[in-house]
């Protein structure tokens, strides 16, 4: 079963550009959720999406958004781009997540290294 | 709320010491737990889970065990390689939402 991909690996903008990075969850996988990852903050949740609803949002300013689409492929979209909003950008997929049940293991993918010069 | 704490690293070794690497944790209800890996220029990896308490997860020679009376999932190797230099994280999932709560990553350094 393929895992976690995400396209593209590397991209360098300038500030005040935008930027989308995608993801695609493993087959089955329902829920796709989004981290930021710095040696600053470490790794920090943005949102999860579910049946392409945003699920949980974590703490970042309305420049970083996203969304699902029906077949469980996220993107994320970063406007209005600022230096320290170079990162690696991690997705990660589990089956379901809601429960006590084994379904709540995320598996990520290599990440996106975004730089912003 | 819930939150994960992990001990300070660099944590610096000889290859085929023993690895303890601590993790505590606050949490409301009964969350899974998880160790996840980072290796240099890679996502993250899972590397064990437990979904209980007094569940043991294990791979690759690594172990930990879900201890709810003391609320830590300390992570340990009977003898580590220089291929297990990476970062370390401890993890948990809370119960009602797929929201995972990572600690700060422990980095492990193995000297030949």
């Known amino acids: 079963k393929a895992g976690v991909t995400q396209t593209p690996r590397y991209l360098i903008k300038t500030r005040g550009q935008q930027v989308t990075l995608s993801c695609s969850p493993i087959?089955?996988?329902?829920?796709v959720s989004w981290y930021q990852q710095t040696p600053g903050q470490g790794l920090q949740f943005l949102f999860e999406?579910?049946?392409?609803?945003?699920?949980n949002k974590g703490n970042f300013p309305g420049r970083f958004s996203g969304r699902q689409f029906s077949n469980s492929r996220s993107e994320m979209n970063v406007s209005t781009l600022e230096l320290g909003d170079s990162a690696l950008y991690l997705c990660a997929s589990s089956l379901d997540g809601q429960g006590p049940v084994s379904t709540d293991t995320q598996y990520f993918g290599p990440g996106t290294r975004l730089t912003v010069l | 709320g819930n939150s994960v704490t992990q001990m300070e690293g660099p944590v610096t070794l000889s290859e085929e010491a023993f690895l303890t690497i601590n993790c505590t944790y606050t949490?409301?209800?009964?969350?899974?737990l998880f160790w996840y890996v980072q290796y240099p220029g890679e996502g993250l990896q899972l590397l064990l889970k437990a979904t209980k308490a007094d569940d043991k997860g294990s791979n690759k020679g690594f172990e930990a065990t879900y201890r709810k009376e003391t609320t830590s999932f300390h992570l340990e190797k009977g003898s580590v390689q220089v291929s297990d230099s990476a970062v370390y994280f401890c993890?948990?999932?809370?119960?009602?939402?797929?929201?995972?709560?990572f600690g700060s990553g422990t980095k492990l350094n193995v000297k030949p």
């Open positions: 993890a948990l999932s809370s119960y009602n939402f797929n929201k995972f709560y």
């Open positions: 949490a409301t209800g009964y969350p899974s």
């Open positions: 087959s089955g996988h329902r829920s």
């Open positions: 999406y579910f049946s392409e609803t945003q699920r």
